[in-house]
């Protein structure tokens, strides 16, 4: 049968049928292989599932699938945290159904992460059911295959259990420096549990002083192909002394001899801390976004 093709030569994806609907544990062979088209772009996602499967109030939300000429084509975590995979050339129908499943059973969305373009679209999508965008946080993805420094010395650890409080002090710390908010007032515990949770993950790296954090990194998605960076903070008083820049380079030449790439995202107000990246041997990937919603009430 000959594909049906526009008169410039593009194949014509034909359309039977589109669905969304909650992941169950058969798909997940599916959803791995639709991943795996683009580890890098799918990390947060594989690794969530990896680490917590399908179901769990850690995920924050729930597992949706698109479907298309009943074949999965896209992949959402649709709560607190939303995250989008979808085939290039299917994404647009993708977004569209899926931010009709966040209409129609009325889902709480705290905020999305993503590739700047995909957050847009499905944030213009949400606005007009109403959605309305609070904050909007312009971010860059950077990308490290090998490292451009040797390594000088060991000094980082992973953290272990007996490191949980003063690992949970530095994160603390680097959330109040980000925000103006101390974590621990709202939520103790559950800062504790998050933090206590990335240790026995092994997640966590850190150099130590006097048994107190000075450098810590946090290993946020993790899969086979990819490493995800996030939280990598330096304490004060031992900023601008090169402890940052030789701690990363020491973490990425780790991660490299098992993963195939290390990545990262910067926010838009942090741009002065790329060149320390650049220097260690990352590049620019793409544009990122998170996009914060207002809360919707109950019907």
């Not at 990194?217 to 090169?242: F, I």
Request: aromatic content about 8%; glycine content about 6%.
């Amino acid at each position: 049968m000959l594909a049906l093709k526009t008169p410039g030569g593009v194949p014509i994806r034909l359309i039977t049928s589109q669905a969304v609907r909650a992941v169950m544990q058969a798909d997940m062979d599916a959803i791995l292989t639709l991943l795996a088209s683009d580890p890098v772009r799918g990390v947060h996602l594989q690794s969530m599932l990896q680490d917590n499967g399908l179901v769990n109030p850690a995920n924050r939300g729930t597992f949706y699938g698109y479907y298309e000429n009943n074949k999965l084509a896209g992949i959402a975590l649709l709560g607190h945290a939303t995250m989008i995979f979808a085939r290039p050339d299917v994404e647009i129908e993708a977004l569209q159904s899926f931010a009709n499943t966040v209409q129609e059973q009325n889902l709480n969305i705290t905020l999305m992460f993503g590739p700047k373009a995909q957050v847009e679209m499905f944030g213009d999508m949400l606005a007009a059911t109403g959605r309305e965008t609070k904050l909007v946080r312009e971010m860059q993805s950077y990308v490290c295959t090998k490292p451009k420094k040797s390594v000088a010395s060991l000094q980082i650890q992973r953290a272990n259990p007996e490191n949980a409080q003063v690992v949970s002090e530095a994160q603390a710390q680097l959330f109040i420096e980000a925000t103006g908010v101390d974590p621990r007032e709202k939520d103790s515990e559950g800062f504790s549990k998050r933090v206590q949770a990335r240790i026995e993950h092994k997640r966590t790296w850190i150099k130590l002083e006097n048994e107190e954090v000075v450098f810590k990194a946090e290993l946020q998605s993790l899969t086979p192909e990819v490493a995800y960076l996030e939280g990598v903070w330096t304490r004060e008083d031992k900023r601008k002394q090169g402890i940052a820049g030789s701690c990363l380079n020491e973490l990425v030449h780790r991660l490299l001899k098992q993963q195939l790439f290390v990545t990262l995202v910067v926010d838009e107000d942090e741009q002065a801390i790329v060149g320390l990246y650049e220097k260690i041997g990352f590049k620019y990937a793409s544009d990122y976004q998170a996009r914060y919603f207002h809360p919707v009430s109950a019907d």
